[in-house]
Protein backbone atom coordinates (compact mmCIF):
# COMPACT_ATOMS: atom_id res chain seq x y z
CA UNK A 1 0.00 0.00 0.00
CA UNK A 2 1.40 3.31 -0.86
CA UNK A 3 1.66 6.46 1.24
CA UNK A 4 -0.26 9.14 -0.67
CA UNK A 5 1.47 12.08 1.98
CA UNK A 6 5.22 10.68 1.06
CA UNK A 7 7.16 13.06 -1.15
CA UNK A 8 7.48 10.91 -4.06
CA UNK A 9 3.77 10.53 -4.58
CA UNK A 10 3.60 14.47 -5.45
CA UNK A 11 6.61 14.00 -7.85
CA UNK A 12 8.83 15.48 -5.77
CA UNK A 13 12.47 14.36 -4.98
CA UNK A 14 13.60 16.73 -2.29
CA UNK A 15 11.66 16.90 1.25
CA UNK A 16 12.84 19.53 4.03
CA UNK A 17 13.13 18.41 7.24
CA UNK A 18 14.08 21.27 10.15
CA UNK A 19 15.42 23.56 7.45
CA UNK A 20 17.55 20.66 6.14
CA UNK A 21 16.63 20.03 2.25
CA UNK A 22 16.95 16.06 2.18
CA UNK A 23 16.69 13.84 -1.35
CA UNK A 24 13.89 11.36 -0.72
CA UNK A 25 14.39 7.63 -2.19
CA UNK A 26 11.10 5.84 -2.70
CA UNK A 27 11.16 2.55 -1.59
CA UNK A 28 11.39 -0.58 -4.36
CA UNK A 29 7.41 -1.70 -5.38
CA UNK A 30 9.01 -5.46 -5.01
CA UNK A 31 10.74 -6.12 -2.23
CA UNK A 32 12.48 -8.74 -4.36
CA UNK A 33 14.49 -6.58 -6.12
CA UNK A 34 17.62 -5.84 -4.88
CA UNK A 35 18.44 -2.32 -4.36
CA UNK A 36 20.70 -0.25 -2.46
CA UNK A 37 17.80 1.54 -0.81
CA UNK A 38 16.34 -2.33 0.50
CA UNK A 39 19.36 -4.02 2.54
CA UNK A 40 19.33 -5.77 5.66
CA UNK A 41 22.49 -5.57 7.96
CA UNK A 42 23.38 -7.70 11.60
CA UNK A 43 24.94 -6.24 14.23
CA UNK A 44 26.02 -7.45 17.82
CA UNK A 45 24.32 -5.84 20.40
CA UNK A 46 26.47 -4.29 22.37
CA UNK A 47 29.09 -4.04 19.57
CA UNK A 48 30.36 -1.71 16.49
CA UNK A 49 28.60 -0.81 13.43
CA UNK A 50 27.95 -3.08 10.95
CA UNK A 51 30.58 -4.02 8.36
CA UNK A 52 28.14 -5.37 5.03
CA UNK A 53 24.89 -4.79 3.54
CA UNK A 54 23.48 -7.66 2.33
CA UNK A 55 20.91 -7.85 -0.54
CA UNK A 56 18.11 -10.32 0.83
CA UNK A 57 16.70 -11.13 4.05
CA UNK A 58 18.21 -14.67 3.77
CA UNK A 59 21.54 -13.83 3.69
CA UNK A 60 21.45 -11.52 6.67
CA UNK A 61 20.03 -14.46 8.71
CA UNK A 62 22.71 -16.78 7.05
CA UNK A 63 25.13 -14.49 8.22
CA UNK A 64 23.22 -13.90 11.76
CA UNK A 65 23.71 -17.20 11.86
CA UNK A 66 27.16 -17.79 11.11
CA UNK A 67 28.35 -15.09 13.62
CA UNK A 68 26.49 -16.71 16.12
CA UNK A 69 28.00 -20.00 16.40
CA UNK A 70 31.41 -18.11 16.37
CA UNK A 71 30.76 -15.65 19.54
CA UNK A 72 28.64 -18.36 22.03
CA UNK A 73 26.33 -16.33 24.09
CA UNK A 74 26.37 -12.64 21.79
CA UNK A 75 23.28 -11.82 20.22
CA UNK A 76 22.95 -10.32 16.86
CA UNK A 77 20.06 -8.26 15.52
CA UNK A 78 18.91 -7.84 11.82
CA UNK A 79 18.09 -4.18 10.64
CA UNK A 80 16.29 -3.81 7.22
CA UNK A 81 16.76 -0.20 6.05
CA UNK A 82 13.37 0.46 3.62
CA UNK A 83 14.21 3.75 3.05
CA UNK A 84 17.89 6.34 2.49
CA UNK A 85 17.57 10.03 2.98
CA UNK A 86 20.48 11.93 1.37
CA UNK A 87 21.26 15.77 2.31
CA UNK A 88 21.40 17.91 -0.62
CA UNK A 89 24.06 20.20 -0.89
Do not use: D, Y
Amino acid sequence: MSNPNAPWASGSTTVTVRGVVRRAVQPPTAPATPRLELHWVVRRLGGGRPKKMHATREAAIAEAERLATHSPGSKFCIFECRLVRQVCK
